[in-house]
C-alpha cells in the first residue's frame, strides 16, 4: 500500500470506482463489491450505496464501521466474483483468496456525524 497525504486521498475515489467494503458483525468478516460511491465535498467525506438487501448492512448498522478498499485492476476478477455471491453462505476471503487486514480508525467527527477519514481505512456509518 502507498501512503497517500489525507489532503489527496479522496481523488483516488474520485468519480467513484469499485470499492470492496469489508465489515463485521461481531463474529464474521464479509467483504462487498459496491459500484456507486461518491465524494460528497473536498475533504475525505464520500458516500456509497447499500441497503438490507445486502448481508453486510446490518452489520455495517450494528458496528457503524467498515473497511473501503480501492482494488487494482489485476484483482477485477475477484470484485465481480465477491459481488456474485452473499456472505451469508461464503467466507469470500477463503473462497476468493483475498487477505485480511487490521483497519485502522482514523476518524475526526463533525457535528453532523460524517466520517472523515482516507480511503482503506476504518469508517463510521451515519445510521444509528
Known sequence: MKPLRIERAFTLIEPGPVVLVTTRDGDRDNVMTISWTMVVDFT?????????????????????????????????????????????????????????????ASLSWSRSARARAPPSRRKHSRHK
Open 44 to 104: 475525505p467525506v464520500f458516500a456509497l450505496t447499500t441497503g438490507p438487501w445486502n448481508y453486510s448492512y446490518a452489520a455495517l448498522r450494528k458496528s457503524r464501521e467498515c473497511v473501503i478498499a480501492i482494488p487494482t485492476v489485476d484483482l477485477i476478477d475477484r470484485v465481480v466474483d465477491v459481488g456474485t455471491c452473499s456472505g451469508r453462505e461464503t467466507d469470500k476471503f477463503a473462497k476468493f483468496g483475498l487477505t485480511r487486514r487490521k483497519g485502522r
